[in-house]
């Protein structure tokens, strides 16, 4: 059995007895699902679900997509932040004034804003998911019962069992025809593309190594004083989701939430998943600092012909800063993206290395004017309505849960200390957030501060679950 099919199988397998099926999709047994079908002439209305930056732009990008796929409109918002909603909504109004008709009474604050966005919907709407991880599946559930179509953001799960409840969940959204879309816009990078296709052709030759980096200054700073935030932002559940980035139950860590690009992308030249994991990692200069990560990761993940992807990490400031993903063959070499950022710039190289001479680069074609990337996540939108109008098949979620997956695979090798494999991952036991379905304003954090203020973090050798 290849990778490939080793992976799909642990995907679909039944993880409970029949008499102990998750609730995820107990909760949706007896319902008439409605299928979906293409809305090729209709306006598709819009519930955008979490208005921070990274859900503005998502919400931007919609608005933005080709008259081509129909009209459509931003309809609904919600976030547990009041803040939040009013800079997104400021910012989208302004940006797409004609587009945005989101009234004060489809505007909703609180854990339950996500049932209030999508209720104002009809089935064949958009509902954009761009809270913390953490809630994906609760939302996802929501949106499935209601036939909506979904963009959800990366990562999708950050432990086993959310990934296990994703994936069953998700078998419910196929049976009717959900078109999803799953935030790792470096898969719709044109760049990219034109370099995957070359390397299956066999213009590297045999892949030797990938190597991901990301090597920057502090992507987050934190403190345990809770001063600058309004009272009711100083309970550990508020300011915890306020900075979703320190907290692993949220969004499995700052390893998980800026490092999966770099690994999804790598995974996906090699046209394999990793099958195990071996890390280490250290923590750096901290002071009164309380949030959950390491400050640096150094990752080595073997996929099933033994060949190796190395991912270094830090996020540290004054040091050597470095934003790339590489392959190395033994025809050559390849810059898969960066230097610098989501940049792509792929290109072949006849040598081991970026200084050997060059065998092709995306855009240089014929020696005329150099072809200019287009932006890939506006791209991925462009997919996704192009599904939704003309009724194609879309559904990135089974890709976007091994990838978080194989993400949470090395974050946790680092962590505990120990060797972790993808079966171990996926069926691992231990839920970071019991009962996050059931939150509200006022519950207590499924994560506690410690007596000073500070939360758990890891101890490689020492603690063998994350927390």
């Avoid at 989101?102 to 209720?119: E, H, L, T």
């Avoid at 969940?169 to 898969?187: Q, W």
């Avoid at 980096?213 to 309004?230: A, F, N, S, Y």
Wanted: glycine share 10%; hydrophobic share 35%; aromatic share 10%.
């Amino acid at each position: 059995m290849n990778n490939q099919e080793i992976l799909s199988s642990l995907s679909r397998r039944k993880f409970v007895s029949n008499t102990g099926r998750m609730a995820t999709v107990g909760a949706l047994a007896g319902l008439t699902l409605p299928t979906v079908h293409g809305k090729s002439g209709e306006e598709t209305k819009l519930a955008l679900v979490g208005c921070g930056g990274r859900g503005t732009g998502a919400a931007s990008n919609a608005l933005s997509v080709s008259q081509a796929f129909g009209p459509r409109k931003l309809f609904a918002m919600a976030d547990i932040f009041q803040y939040r909603l009013d800079q997104s909504y400021n910012g989208l109004s302004k940006k797409h004034k004609e587009l945005v008709d989101v009234s004060p009474d489809r505007k909703f604050i609180g854990f339950d804003g996500y049932q209030k966005a999508m209720d104002v919907l009809d089935p064949g709407d958009i509902v954009i998911f761009t809270t913390p991880c953490a809630f994906r599946w609760v939302h996802y559930q929501y949106a499935i019962k209601r036939g909506l179509n979904v963009f959800m953001e990366k990562p999708v799960t950050p432990d086993g069992p959310s990934s296990r409840k994703i994936l069953e969940l998700n078998e419910e959204a196929k049976k009717i025809n959900l078109k999803v879309g799953v935030g790792l816009m470096c898969r719709h990078s044109q760049a990219r593309k034109e370099l995957k296709d070359r390397i299956d052709n066999g213009e590297l030759g045999e892949l030797l190594y990938l190597k991901a980096v990301r090597m920057q200054g502090r992507l987050i700073g934190w403190d345990k004083r809770k001063q600058e935030t309004p009272d009711k932002d100083k309970t550990d559940l508020m300011y915890q989701i306020k900075n979703f980035h320190g907290f692993l139950w949220l969004s499995g860590g700052v390893y998980s939430d800026f490092n999966i690009h770099n690994i999804d992308e790598c995974c996906w030249m090699k046209g394999m998943w990793p099958v195990k994991a071996q890390a280490m990692g250290g923590r750096h200069y901290r002071g009164d600092e309380i949030d959950q990560n390491l400050d640096s990761y150094s990752v080595e993940y073997t996929f099933p012909d033994e060949t190796k992807l190395y991912f270094q990490g830090r996020s540290m400031n004054k040091c050597y800063q470095e934003f790339a993903s590489h392959a190395n063959g033994t025809k050559g070499y390849a810059l898969i993206s960066g230097p610098g950022g989501h940049r792509s710039q792929a290109r072949i190289h006849k040598g081991q290395g970026p200084d050997s001479d060059l065998a092709w680069m995306f855009g240089q074609n014929g020696g005329g004017r150099p072809e200019r990337e287009t932006n890939p996540y506006q791209d991925e939108w462009e997919y996704l309505m192009d599904a939704i109008k003309n009724d194609k098949p879309h559904n990135e979620v089974e890709r976007g849960v091994k990838a978080s997956v194989v993400t949470s695979m090395g974050r946790m090798a680092a962590h505990v200390g120990n060797e972790v494999t993808y079966d171990q991952m996926l069926n691992c036991s231990h839920d970071f957030a019991p009962g996050v379905e059931n939150l509200t304003m006022d519950s207590e954090s499924p994560l506690l501060a410690n007596a000073d203020g500070s939360y758990p973090i890891p101890q490689p050798g020492m603690k063998k679950t994350e927390y």
